[in-house]
């Protein structure tokens, strides 16, 4: 039985420490702790506080928190963002990762070429390819097979540091290369002009924000409209609502296909309207009205899917708690369809399941007997 994508990585993600969906091969996981668990053999993505990836992943990995631990080999590529990254295991591709302190151990060899930014980065696994290290201090004590730049003030090379490719060095001040590391012929040294980084760092968030707020503030209203709709619909409508959440409880494969026969036959309306004299009056009219029998399906699958979730947890008696539910629902549900490729995919899913649940309750009062009634016999004793 399709539970609709594990339920939509448990819909309401307020209700759980952590959350987590296995699409396609692909792994999400996201909550204060989260890791992806078991092996993973696609794609693992994992978010968080305290990121792990807790078994191994056969394609590329993505992992963002505040303490990040690349705990499992990685056969494809890494990408790691946080506070403190650190990365234990082999890696089969390329490493990126930066954060304030970042960690390559020694078990953690590099199969393709390493970017590295911090302001601690220490290298001891060995690099296959090339590396690019931007770092205030940086303690190589690895061999690096590829090609080496680096950015910043100071390096400390181990005994086991080697560079075996061209070295190009950026820096203030000259910065003294062992002989046992790479030969003086191989080594390129540029000055580093001193840069007011705070100075540039404001100006460069200040670019940043100006063009991200119109954006957050379109879809903070999005994600509020919806809670009103969905707010009024519940409290004015609470039967109806009651209603839809039963028909959602059952029958995922049937709503699903009702659903994708509602919302081609919305979506055909439009061009078929067009043939017509008076369907190309009415075209804008059937337009917007198109527009919101989508958004009102889209707004019912997150709520319905939200709400099949919960009652797993919590028992949803209360009206609070059904806002409560599509709050977090909206949410989450939005947060997910910014995911690249596979979140207008689930997005689009939550909207044919919205309509399978509404042609569902639609089909089965049209399949309702009409009440009839019929008068009254009473005996009359004789």
Not at 113 to 124: E, Y
């Amino acid at each position: 039985m399709l539970t609709l994508a594990m339920s939509l990585l448990t819909a309401c993600a307020a209700l759980a420490d952590e959350a987590k969906l296995t699409f396609a091969g692909d792994t999400f996981a996201a909550g204060q702790s989260s890791s992806a668990g078991t092996e993973v053999q696609r794609d693992a993505f994992v978010a968080g506080f305290d990121v792990k990836l807790g078994g191994s992943v056969g394609g590329d990995a993505h992992m963002a928190g505040f303490n990040v631990d690349a705990n499992s080999p990685v056969g494809g590529d890494l990408y790691a963002a946080g506070f403190n990254v650190k990365v234990a295991q082999p890696v089969g591709g390329d490493l990126t990762a930066m954060g304030n302190d970042v960690t390559v151990e020694s078990g953690a060899t590099i199969g393709g070429n390493a970017r590295l930014s911090g302001a601690q980065v220490t290298v001891a696994g060995q690099i296959t390819g090339a590396a690019l290290i931007a770092a205030d201090t940086l303690m190589l004590n690895t061999p690096v097979q590829g090609d080496f730049e680096f950015f910043g003030k100071k390096i400390e090379f181990g005994p086991k540091a080697l560079l075996a490719g061209t070295v190009s060095v950026h820096a203030p001040a000259p910065i003294d290369i062992p002989a046992s590391v790479a030969s003086a012929d191989r080594i390129r040294f540029e000055a580093l002009e001193t840069t007011d980084y705070a100075g540039e760092a404001g100006k460069t968030a200040e670019h940043v924000v100006r063009g991200v707020w119109p954006a957050v503030w379109a879809v903070g209203v999005w994600w509020a409209s919806l809670a009103v709709v969905g707010t009024l619909i519940i409290a004015l409508l609470p039967r109806a609502a009651s209603a839809l959440e039963n028909k959602a409880r059952t029958r995922s494969w049937a709503t699903i296909g009702l659903g994708l026969v509602g919302f081609a036959a919305v979506l055909g309306m439009v061009p078929a309207a067009a043939f017509t004299l008076i369907g190309i009056i009415l075209l804008p009219a059937l337009i917007v009205c198109a527009a919101v029998m989508c958004i009102l399906a889209y707004l019912a699958g997150v709520y319905l899917v939200g709400a099949r979730t919960s009652a797993a947890f919590i028992s949803l008696d209360t009206v609070w708690k059904r806002f409560a539910v599509l709050v977090g629902s909206i949410i989450l549900a939005g947060l997910i369809g910014m995911l690249p490729v596979l979140g207008w995919l689930i997005s689009l899913l939550l909207l044919i399941f919205g309509f399978g649940v509404v042609v569902r309750s639609l089909a089965d009062r049209t399949r309702e007997p009409r009440s009839r009634t019929a008068p009254s016999v009473t005996s009359v004793a004789t």
